[in-house]
């Protein structure tokens, strides 16, 4: 069987954590060995079946962010993440290879992790990418930029680009590994699993690549009801620092509708004032396996959940809070399944918002959108990607069971 | 021959990764093997030998860190993310992870108390080398940092009882049967404590079971400069550029009668050459301490207790400006000695030509610092220490 290390570098919060162990544990069913090399840590307490994995500190730059503008592309991201300086990136770099070189993974599957992707290179080690389209972008020379919405100085980013890949030159030779000829063969994998709808792409839609569906868990979490009666049912997962949670917190309580929220560390205080028998206020992650066939909308930031949900045909009110969940946003309103209310938006322009995002014109595309990807679901997607995995593996010599022998897990 | 793990978690700069890289050499001329596992991977990336380096584990910021001086070092963790179970045992994880892949023999700690609970719950020889501040003594409840203030023994417990509930839950979690503290005293001790400097400049000495061994940095390491003329007084500065006093700093310094050499870490080369005059010399990389203290008159920096140490060697006073806590507690030692004079980071718009000019012509800081113990003091070998903890 083969050793599968999962490399995750740059984001935050669950996402990344949540959907590394849902496919690694359909992995490890299969009697594959694995290991997390993991930006955050605490986080591996919402994914007990990690207990048997290895675990390790994915390396991270100290200065992460230090000066940096807002990024209108992906070599912005990494300028402010280790690669401004040829000696951080070596050092970066270094810690990889410790981790990769004593682990021996047979393969690496890397989520939003170019530096990961770059030490797997250095090594000769098969690699894959998982992730939404945001964290691994079209690999054209120059790079192309993620913003859409405003002007972008093509000619600085390609300044960027260029110093971004002096520094990677200037840190491979010191492990005797040969230089890139562009930065994009930085991006060179076995397979790209970009698991998101060609429609919500980040960066539009891209050559030479497949689409895997949205790899938000939906098996995980507690089982809640929705609660009897009239109305739409609204499920509500934002957090506590959105800066109109009172004023959605109180359109929704003077609407008519069903309300489930999670809001991971709301005071008791707003808990007490919201919660009725019509509005649930759950402490824990929701199950949406079920709950999501039965929901009208999603009220959310615009991760992950809700390229999720539109798999389940259900549309979205978005409060964005970073650019990858703008951008998100962006593309659901062009579907015209989603409205958004971005950071500067005042408190009168939710009951609006919510409004917007009920019309029952949106439902109605929405559930039209999912009835198109029906391949895309969850276990299916995992299914095919493990599929794929050990293809890639056998192809690179590799002994496993053939597949035939081998039943599909969860 | 042993392998030998180095681990740096806390403390900013690269101060930990010089004293470490010092010893390793140490250890590696001995014939051990080394590993480094920092927070910051920038000082690895300009290593030319071909050792393994990792990235050492991160706890997550606490929301409710408190601001100000840290009542006790119970606080000092709590503020880093130790209070939280599920933070300590991804960390604890992770470093049985390091300890897993690696093999190391032995763990030397230079302010890394997480790779310390870890050591404990792997059963891993250990040893600590640092300044004195990140080896508190261990004692319940923890010592308070604040000696200048009112004691208060209610808020020591509250902070200790926190500090254990988090590193005993997240040890626990791990899966760790030994090694599990039974108080916060426990989160802080080591096998063997190698202090990288003096009892008279410990904040938390003279103290009982730790082993002084001094600075381990070789003063005479660094750009090879000289004093240009017999004018004096002479000062030597070692400054930080990003302290935002530096600017006003500088402008004081070129005013002052006598010659001045200022070294100042981070500030761009090109500028540092144009800011120079004819009497004070401006550098942007590490001086050789030694000759030019010897011929010093008053030593201004930020209370680093090397340069510190280095400074009273010498027998010369010191003008100091801390930057950040550890370095105002040694400050305030130097300057309960009478060998130093402190201007505290929240004076505003202080009058520094005037204060660096009185304290160059101070003839009882002179006294003091020429009567210093530390006069002439020599480190012991860090290095040599470990090899013999190693072969016993």
Same mark, same amino acid.
Request: net charge positive.
């Given at each position: 069987?083969?050793?599968?290390?999962?490399?995750?570098?740059?984001?935050?919060?669950?996402?990344?954590?949540?959907?590394?162990?849902?496919?690694?544990?359909?992995?490890?069913?299969?009697?594959?060995?694995?290991?997390?090399?993991?930006?955050?840590?605490?986080?591996?307490?919402?994914?007990?079946?990690?207990?048997?994995?290895?675990?390790?500190?994915?390396?991270?730059?100290?200065?992460?962010?230090?000066?940096?503008?807002?990024?209108?592309?992906?070599?912005?991201?990494?300028?402010?993440?280790?690669?401004?300086?040829?000696?951080?990136?070596?050092?970066? %770099?270094?810690?990889?290879?410790?981790?990769?070189?004593?682990?021996?993974?047979?393969?690496?599957?890397?989520?939003?992790?170019?530096?990961?992707?770059?030490?797997?290179?250095?090594?000769?080690?098969?690699?894959?990418?998982?992730?939404?389209?945001?964290?691994?972008?079209?690999?054209?020379?120059?790079?192309?930029?993620?913003?859409?919405?405003?002007?972008?100085?093509?000619?600085?980013?390609?300044?960027?680009?260029?110093?971004?890949?002096?520094?990677?030159?200037?840190?491979?030779?010191?492990?005797?590994?040969?230089?890139?000829?562009?930065?994009?063969?930085?991006?060179?994998?076995?397979?790209?699993?970009?698991?998101?709808?060609?429609?919500?792409?980040?960066?539009?839609?891209?050559?030479?690549?497949?689409?895997?569906?949205?790899?938000?868990?939906?098996?995980?979490?507690?089982?809640?009801?929705?609660?009897? $009666?009239?109305?739409?049912?609204?499920?509500?997962?934002?957090?506590?620092?959105?800066?109109?949670?009172?004023?959605?917190?109180?359109?929704?309580?003077?609407?008519?509708?069903?309300? %489930?929220?999670?809001?991971?560390?709301?005071?008791?205080?707003?808990?007490?004032?919201?919660?009725?028998?019509?509005?649930?206020?759950?402490?824990?992650?929701?199950?949406?396996?079920?709950?999501?066939?039965?929901?009208?909308?999603? %009220?959310?930031?615009?991760?992950?959940?809700?390229?999720?949900?539109?798999?389940?045909?259900?549309?979205?009110?978005?409060?964005?809070?970073?650019?990858?969940?703008?951008?998100?946003?962006?593309?659901?309103?062009?579907?015209?399944?989603?409205?958004?209310? $971005?950071?500067?938006?005042?408190?009168?322009?939710?009951?609006?918002?919510?409004?917007?995002?009920?019309?029952?014109?949106?439902?109605?595309?929405?559930?039209?959108?999912?009835?198109?990807?029906?391949?895309?679901?969850?276990?299916?997607?995992?299914?095919?990607?493990?599929?794929?995995?050990?293809?890639?593996?056998?192809?690179?010599?590799?002994?496993?069971?053939?597949?035939?022998?081998?039943?599909?897990?969860? | /021959?042993?392998?030998?793990?180095?681990?740096?978690?806390?403390?900013?700069?690269?101060?930990?990764?010089?004293?470490?890289?010092?010893?390793?050499?140490?250890?590696?001329?001995?014939?051990?093997?080394?590993?480094?596992?920092?927070?910051?991977?920038?000082?690895?990336?300009?290593?030319?030998?071909?050792?393994?380096?990792?990235?050492?584990?991160?706890?997550? &910021?606490?929301?409710?860190?408190?601001?100000?001086?840290?009542?006790?070092?119970?606080?000092?963790?709590?503020?880093?993310?130790? @209070?939280?179970?599920?933070?300590?045992?991804?960390?604890?994880?992770?470093?049985?992870?390091?300890?897993?892949?690696?093999?190391?023999?032995?763990?030397?700690?230079?302010?890394?108390? !997480?790779?310390?609970?870890?050591?404990?719950?792997?059963?891993?020889?250990?040893?600590?080398?640092?300044?004195?501040?990140?080896?508190?003594?261990?004692?319940?409840?923890?010592?308070?940092?604040?000696?200048?203030?009112?004691?208060?023994?209610?808020?020591?417990?509250?902070?200790?009882?926190?500090?254990?509930?988090?590193?005993?839950?997240?040890?626990?979690?791990?899966?760790?049967?030994?090694?599990?503290?039974?108080?916060?005293?426990?989160?802080?001790?080591?096998?063997?404590?190698?202090?990288?400097?003096?009892?008279?400049?410990?904040?938390?000495?003279?103290?009982?079971?730790?082993?002084?061994?001094?600075?381990?940095?070789?003063?005479?390491?660094?750009?090879?400069?000289?004093?240009? !003329?017999?004018?004096?007084?002479?000062?030597?500065?070692?400054?930080?550029?990003?302290?935002?006093?530096?600017?006003?700093?500088?402008?004081?310094?070129?005013?002052?009668?006598?010659?001045?050499?200022?070294?100042?870490?981070?500030?761009?080369?090109?500028?540092?050459?144009?800011?120079?005059?004819?009497? /004070?010399?401006?550098?942007?990389?590490?001086?050789?301490?030694?000759?030019?203290?010897?011929?010093?008159?008053?030593?201004?920096?930020?209370?680093?207790?090397?340069?510190? &140490?280095?400074?009273?060697?010498?027998?010369?006073?010191?003008?100091?400006?801390?930057?950040?806590?550890?370095?105002?507690?040694?400050?305030?030692?130097?300057?309960?000695? @009478?060998?130093?004079?402190?201007?505290?980071?929240?004076?505003?718009?202080?009058?520094?030509?005037?204060?660096?000019?009185?304290?160059?012509?101070?003839?009882?800081?002179?006294?003091?610092?020429?009567?210093?113990?530390?006069?002439?003091?020599?480190?012991?070998?860090?290095?040599?220490?470990?090899?013999?903890?190693?072969?016993?």
């Amino acid at each position: 069987m083969a050793r599968i290390a999962f490399a995750w570098e740059m984001g935050g919060e669950y996402g990344h954590v949540m959907s590394c162990a849902g496919l690694a544990s359909g992995l490890a069913a299969h009697g594959h060995r694995i290991a997390f090399m993991f930006r955050e840590l605490r986080q591996l307490s919402v994914v007990p079946e990690a207990r048997d994995y290895d675990v390790f500190q994915a390396p991270r730059c100290a200065r992460e962010g230090v000066g940096m503008d807002m990024p209108v592309g992906y070599v912005d991201i990494m300028q402010g993440c280790g690669y401004a300086d040829a000696r951080e990136l070596t050092g970066l %770099v270094g810690g990889w290879r410790s981790l990769l070189s004593g682990w021996k993974p047979d393969m690496v599957v890397a989520d939003f992790s170019p530096t990961a992707l770059l030490a797997a290179r250095s090594l000769g080690l098969p690699r894959v990418t998982y992730g939404n389209g945001f964290f691994v972008p079209p690999r054209s020379t120059p790079l192309p930029p993620f913003r859409f919405d405003a002007p972008v100085d093509l000619a600085r980013l390609a300044r960027t680009e260029q110093s971004v890949l002096a520094n990677v030159n200037g840190a491979l030779p010191r492990f005797g590994a040969k230089p890139l000829a562009r930065l994009a063969e930085l991006f060179e994998a076995d397979e790209h699993f970009i698991c998101t709808f060609p429609e919500l792409d980040h960066y539009g839609t891209r050559e030479t690549s497949g689409y895997w569906g949205p790899r938000v868990r939906f098996d995980r979490g507690t089982d809640i009801a929705w609660p009897e $009666g009239p109305g739409k049912r609204i499920f509500v997962y934002v957090k506590t620092n959105l800066p109109l949670l009172d004023p959605l917190l109180e359109v929704l309580a003077a609407s008519p509708h069903r309300v %489930v929220a999670y809001i991971p560390g709301l005071d008791e205080g707003r808990r007490r004032k919201f919660a009725t028998r019509r509005r649930i206020v759950s402490d824990k992650p929701v199950k949406l396996e079920r709950f999501l066939r039965e929901c009208d909308l999603l %009220v959310s930031h615009g991760g992950e959940i809700s390229v999720g949900a539109l798999m389940y045909g259900v549309p979205s009110l978005v409060f964005p809070t970073h650019y990858e969940q703008y951008a998100t946003a962006c593309r659901l309103e062009q579907l015209q399944t989603g409205v958004w209310l $971005g950071p500067g938006a005042t408190p009168d322009l939710v009951p609006r918002g919510l409004n917007g995002a009920l019309d029952p014109r949106r439902a109605e595309i929405a559930r039209t959108f999912a009835k198109r990807y029906t391949a895309f679901w969850p276990m299916e997607q995992r299914r095919r990607i493990i599929i794929r995995i050990e293809e890639i593996l056998r192809g690179r010599g590799a002994i496993l069971s053939p597949p035939s022998s081998q039943g599909i897990h969860g | /021959m042993a392998r030998v793990l180095f681990a740096w978690e806390l403390g900013g700069d690269l101060g930990h990764a010089r004293r470490i890289f010092e010893v390793a050499n140490g250890l590696r001329a001995l014939g051990h093997d080394t590993a480094f596992a920092f927070q910051d991977l920038l000082a690895t990336g300009t290593l030319a030998t071909p050792v393994a380096w990792y990235q050492a584990p991160l706890l997550a &910021a606490p929301k409710d860190a408190q601001p100000g001086a840290p009542l006790s070092h119970s606080v000092v963790l709590l503020n880093r993310g130790f @209070g939280d179970a599920l933070s300590v045992a991804g960390a604890t994880r992770a470093w049985f992870g390091i300890f897993h892949l690696w093999k190391p023999d032995i763990l030397v700690v230079d302010y890394a108390p !997480g790779a310390l609970i870890a050591a404990r719950a792997a059963g891993l020889r250990h040893a600590a080398i640092g300044s004195g501040f990140s080896t508190p003594p261990p004692q319940d409840p923890m010592p308070t940092l604040r000696s200048w203030m009112p004691a208060e023994p209610a808020a020591l417990q509250r902070a200790d009882a926190a500090l254990l509930a988090g590193v005993r839950g997240g040890v626990e979690r791990a899966g760790a049967t030994r090694g599990v503290p039974l108080q916060a005293s426990d989160v802080f001790r080591v096998e063997a404590n190698l202090l990288c400097t003096w009892p008279e400049i410990d904040p938390f000495g003279p103290r009982d079971g730790a082993d002084y061994i001094g600075p381990q940095d070789d003063p005479s390491n660094g750009k090879p400069m000289a004093w240009r !003329g017999s004018s004096r007084p002479r000062l030597f500065a070692y400054l930080k550029a990003r302290d935002p006093r530096f600017a006003s700093l500088l402008e004081s310094i070129a005013r002052l009668p006598g010659e001045s050499i200022v070294v100042a870490l981070g500030l761009p080369p090109a500028q540092a050459a144009a800011r120079s005059t004819s009497t /004070m010399q401006l550098v942007a990389e590490p001086a050789a301490l030694e000759p030019l203290l010897a011929e010093a008159d008053l030593c201004l920096c930020h209370s680093g207790p090397g340069t510190v &140490a280095h400074a009273l060697a010498a027998g010369v006073p010191l003008a100091l400006l801390p930057q950040q806590f550890e370095q105002y507690l040694v400050a305030r030692k130097v300057v309960d000695a @009478g060998a130093g004079v402190m201007l505290e980071p929240d004076v505003p718009s202080p009058d520094f030509a005037g204060w660096l000019a009185a304290a160059a012509v101070n003839g009882t800081l002179r006294q003091a610092a020429s009567t210093s113990p530390l006069r002439g003091r020599r480190k012991r070998s860090a290095a040599e220490r470990l090899a013999a903890m190693i072969a016993a």
